[in-house]
């Protein structure tokens, strides 16, 4: 039997041996991580340089669109921290009035004289002990036998070079080659040999863009090898790393840079605008509709405080009344007032009851000229300032100026009127100009919370002021808003009444008018003295919103109050019935109208005639049976007996 044989199988596949690349010399590796950190250099410069002008973008939308508001805000914040502050001590000074009054000194005992407070022994009497400080700084002392270690980390001058672009560098580095090793510099044939076939290299290494090879050769240049060989691979590599550890730090910055970046305010403010825009919401607007509410809210706390601070005022007035009530005895039987804490507080300011006795002081004319030079760039200080002044010329203030409330509305209206870009009262209060203040004052008897001028001295700068006519139109707008509101019984219009005094010389009698219309709401009699809006008469006078016209009888001038409106029209028949509709009729003096007349210049004026400029004379017909001087007698008489029951006889 035989057996076949059998072949060995050839395999399907077979396995090849694959010899492993060649391991990169550490001049490869050297170079190639040098291009892996240029190249970083500048995808992070690239990086920087966009986050940085997308920060400022939208750091400048930011600031454009919301740092008024913010301004608002800030200084609101301000204001209400004076109002705290204003809180603060008028409840100290409320504690301190509420409590007894401490006896008065008898002033025949002399004042005992404390000792003198011990002083140490090592301590003179005359130098007082200077305090010692200890910081604890050691850690920081250096000696100079200590030995530093060397600092290796490369110098802010090789940073920057090589953060230099290659290109940039490349040429720097050939034309200075250039200019120490061109050929036409040899004194000899055989320099110029060296000198030709050393630029033939730097030239081969520029068109290869080696830069390693250039700056090794120019190091050797520089250090006064004029005849460098060829370079070694320990040469290049130790330039390589050298290169590498300087850009490595350089990496290392610019991602510390790019992280300070991202963790900054603008960033996350960036951050969640970019969030908003996504959700199709616009992030300033919305932050501006935040603040504003903001505003509002800050606004309504001021207001708020400052009501808070005029019924503090009203306390300390009855405190301080009551206060002020009790007199100590002293032994002799004489009585010895009080100590009064209000005059002594820093927190109130005396006011002045007589400013037509104040004299001007430098300071009152410098913020007189100050207020000539706003009143056509700044009119609402201007306004405010008015204001002030005639709030407390008024003694007690009018009822546009008696409450908070009130400031604000009748400063609404002179904006709404006159002052269309001026800022609202609520802005107002946060950018006072530096001579205004919220505070209180004592006046008189009594003490009064609200906008002020900041010393009373300069209370003399605002007649100052109001000598120049665009600074008197201002005053005479604040004026006319100081009046009570109320509807006129003939025009049915909501106005503000204007005070004047209807007749004054003979009677005084004080009246409230429609500025419309002339219609006379009120008449009454003072007998005291004047304050709220009738202490402003004189000013109303001078500024002309109130104009009065004289009628002379029997020597004595008797004064008749008009609006100007009023003082234009002014008939002879006119200003007749006034004086019988004040003096004749009142007072029962049977005068017939037709027996009246009036004189100027010595001539008889027309009834329908108007009212010239100049004195008149009232004089009585020879049919009226009795003299100028008589009537003028008997009216006299009867004035002084009105409220008697035979006042009229």
């Not at 050393?198 to 290494?205: D, K, P």
């Not at 509002?296 to 306390?315: F, H, I, N, S």
């Not at 004189?538 to 004595?556: M, N, Y």
């Not at 037709?594 to 010239?612: N, Y």
Request: net charge negative; aromatic share 4%.
């Amino acid at each position: 039997m035989s057996s076949s044989s059998t072949a060995p199988l050839a395999p399907e596949s077979a396995l090849l041996r694959v010899a492993p690349p060649p391991e990169e010399s550490p001049l490869r590796r050297a170079e190639l991580r040098l291009q892996e950190l240029l190249a970083e250099i500048d995808s992070l410069d690239t990086e920087l340089d966009s986050l940085a002008l997308e920060l400022e973008r939208f750091s400048r939308a930011y600031e454009d669109s919301l740092s008024a508001s913010f301004e608002e805000v800030s200084r609101s914040e301000r204001l209400l921290r004076r109002l705290r502050n204003l809180q603060d001590a008028a409840s100290a000074l409320t504690r301190l009035l509420e409590q007894p009054a401490l006896p008065s000194a008898d002033p025949r005992k002399p004042p005992e004289r404390s000792a003198p407070p011990r002083t140490s022994a090592r301590q003179s009497p005359e130098e007082p002990s200077k305090r010692a400080t200890f910081d604890d700084d050691e850690d920081e002392d250096t000696f100079e036998d200590e030995e530093r270690p060397e600092d290796d980390s490369p110098s802010e001058e090789e940073l920057q070079a090589e953060r230099e672009d290659e290109a940039v560098a490349l040429k720097r580095l050939h034309r200075r080659l250039a200019r120490l090793l061109h050929p036409d510099l040899a004194q000899s044939d055989e320099e110029r040999t060296r000198l030709d076939a050393l630029m033939a290299r730097v030239n081969v290494a520029y068109e290869a863009g080696d830069r390693t090879t250039l700056e090794l050769i120019a190091a050797k240049v520089g250090a006064g090898d004029t005849a460098p060989g060829n370079l070694t691979d320990d040469e290049r590599l130790a330039h390589l790393e050298r290169r590498i550890r300087i850009l490595s730090t350089a990496v290392h910055s610019l991602r510390q840079q790019r992280e300070s970046l991202r963790a900054t305010a603008t960033a996350r403010l960036h951050e969640e605008a970019k969030g908003r825009e996504a959700e199709g919401r616009d992030y300033l607007a919305e932050t501006r509709a935040e603040m504003d509410e903001e505003l509002q809210g800050l606004a309504q706390d001021a207001r708020a405080r400052m009501r808070q601070l005029e019924r503090a005022a009203r306390t300390l007035t009855s405190l301080r009344n009551k206060r002020m009530s009790t007199l100590a005895e002293n032994v002799k039987g004489r009585k010895l007032r009080a100590f009064d804490p209000v005059q002594e507080s820093p927190l109130v300011r005396q006011g002045v009851l007589r400013l037509e006795r104040q004299r001007a002081t430098p300071a009152a004319r410098e913020l007189a000229r100050r207020l000539e030079d706003a009143v056509s760039q700044e009119p609402w200080q201007v306004a405010l300032t008015l204001m002030a002044f005639f709030a407390e010329a008024a003694g007690r203030p009018p009822p546009g100026l008696d409450t908070t409330e009130a400031w604000a509305e009748r400063y609404e209206l002179l904006r709404e009127l006159d002052m269309p870009e001026a800022p609202t009262y609520d802005q107002a209060l946060t950018r006072l100009p530096r001579h205004l203040e919220l505070g209180m004052r004592v006046m008189k008897k009594e003490v009064r919370f609200g906008l002020q001028l900041r010393d009373a001295e300069l209370l003399a700068a605002v007649p100052l002021a109001l000598q120049r006519e665009d600074v008197a139109e201002r005053g005479r707008s604040v004026l006319a808003v100081l009046g009570p509101q109320e509807q006129c019984k003939r025009c049915g219009e909501e106005v503000l009444l204007q005070h004047l005094l209807r007749t004054r010389g003979l009677d005084e009698l004080n009246g409230m008018l429609c500025p419309l219309c002339a219609h006379v709401q009120k008449s009454y009699w003072l007998y005291s003295r004047s304050e709220g809006q009738e202490a402003l008469l004189p000013h109303s006078l001078r500024l002309g919103t109130i104009v009065e016209q004289g009628v002379r009888l029997a020597g004595t001038t008797i004064g008749f109050q008009l609006l100007p409106e009023e003082r234009d029209t002014l008939t002879t028949a006119q200003l007749l019935q006034r004086f019988v509709d004040l003096y004749l009729q009142p007072y029962g003096v049977e005068l017939a109208p037709a027996h009246l007349r009036l004189e100027q210049r010595g001539k008889a004026l027309e009834p329908e005639a108007l009212v010239t400029r100049g004195a008149i004379t009232l004089k009585l017909a020879p049919e009226a049976g009795t003299s100028e001087k008589e009537v003028l007698e008997l009216l006299r008489s009867r004035i002084e007996r009105r409220f008697r029951p035979d006042a009229s006889r």
